[in-house]
């Protein structure tokens, strides 16, 4: 009777270890997912996954501080202003300006678009008289990418004028 006993919390062992193991699989599936949502997404072991989510994390974090750094160039700016971000074959730009400049975004996808990148999407916030524009632009042919220092000079003589 004995054996019998010591038998049964041994099975509940097994099946907890089992269950243990197939949740931490099914979460370290869906954090690979995370992190290269591709089909194609290489095959990572456990711990070159982790050091790849702590990665992406940093990056991320980095990305966040960037960013408030340029909301903050643009909310202490008085009239309209612009920051370039290159990210491969696309572009990213923040534009900040008053609300009765009519027609600055116009110009500025006009430029965008002249430069072989057009705008793929464009989002806007408005706080008193002031939007704040994010246009993203993809380059047309993503081997040659695009030119952003000559986009930011003429985002810069745009801007002046």
């Known amino acids: 009777m004995r054996c019998r006993e010591s038998k049964v919390p041994t099975l509940s062992r097994k099946v907890l270890?089992?269950?243990?193991?197939i949740?931490?699989?099914?979460?370290l599936s869906k954090l690979a997912s995370l992190i290269n949502p591709t089909p194609l997404a290489p095959k990572w072991t456990s711990i070159e996954l982790l050091d790849e989510a702590i990665a992406h994390v940093k990056q991320l974090q980095q990305r966040?501080?960037?960013?408030?750094?340029?909301?903050?160039?643009?909310?202490d700016s008085k009239s309209t202003s612009f920051a370039v971000t290159?990210?491969?074959s696309t572009v990213e730009v923040c534009l900040a300006?008053?609300?009765?400049?009519?027609?600055?975004?116009?110009?500025v996808i006009d430029v965008l678009e002249e430069e072989a990148a057009p705008v793929v999407a464009v989002s806007y916030s408005r706080e008193d008289d002031k939007i704040?524009?994010?246009?993203?632009?993809?380059?047309?042919?993503?081997?040659?990418?695009?030119?952003?220092s000559k986009m930011h000079e003429r985002l810069k003589?745009?801007?002046?004028?």
């Open 17 to 21: 270890e089992r269950n243990r193991r």
């Open 23 to 27: 949740l931490t699989k099914d979460l």
């Open 64 to 75: 966040v501080e960037m960013l408030k750094r340029k909301k903050q160039q643009l909310e």
């Open 86 to 88: 290159d990210l491969e």
């Open 97 to 107: 300006c008053r609300s009765n400049e009519k027609f600055i975004l116009t110009r």
């Open 132 to 148: 704040n524009y994010i246009i993203y632009s993809q380059a047309v042919y993503s081997r040659i990418g695009i030119d952003s």
């Open 157 to 161: 003589r745009l801007t002046a004028s």
